[in-house]
């Protein structure tokens, strides 16, 4: 185990994604006493060339002859949204390519973090498919590292309405 007090918490973020993730983040932070957020966005239609030591990476494109100015576009447009969100505890973000929770764990040991926060998987049934298929960022990490993960529930459920399978 990782002691919280004063580690970075690395939060796996995506674009469009609610807001809640980065104001829940900066909440645990600040109550941990974390030195810093790394917020994480890990593109896996990018592969990872090499790892630094301080969490970042060299990537390149799976498909060599696919436009390789988009990520440029997804890095500004979620660094522009954490400058106005994060503002109690200091940040960094990192652009991180291939599979979400080895890129996450790679980030996480060269920080010295002390747990993730990650977003429960987007409503609809594309996104249900879409976890099926590639499986859930948060139960990979629960299953293959040993810091701690804070699942933010990202859809109210209302335990009283009733439920479409019953």
């Known amino acids: 185990m990782v ?25 645990w932070g600040r109550a941990v006493g974390a030195s810093e957020l790394y917020f994480a966005y890990a593109d896996t239609s990018r ?27 997804v890095a500004t447009q ?24 080895r890129a996450l764990t790679h980030l996480a040991r060269a920080v010295d973090a002390s747990a993730f926060v990650v977003g429960t998987r987007a409503p609809g049934a ?6 099926w298929v590639e499986g859930s960022v948060a139960v990979r990490l629960t299953h293959h590292q040993h810091r701690p993960v804070l699942v933010v ?9 009733r439920s479409p399978w019953a």
Not at 58 to 66: A, T
Not at 79 to 101: I, K, N, S
Not at 126 to 131: E, I, K, N, Q, V
């Open 47 to 73: 592969v990872m060339v090499a790892e630094h030591a301080d969490g970042s990476v060299d990537h390149q494109p799976v498909d060599p002859d696919g436009a390789d100015d988009e990520w440029r576009e």
């Open 78 to 101: 979620i660094e522009h949204v954490l400058t106005e969100l994060v503002r109690d505890v200091p940040w960094q973000f990192r652009f991180l390519a291939g599979r979400p929770d």
């Open 126 to 131: 594309g996104a249900r498919l879409r976890s």
């Open 3 to 27: 002691d919280p007090a004063g580690r970075p918490i690395v939060v796996a973020i995506v674009p469009g994604q609610p807001e809640l993730v980065a104001l829940t983040a900066q909440a």
């Open 153 to 161: 529930p990202l859809q109210v459920v209302d335990w009283k309405a």
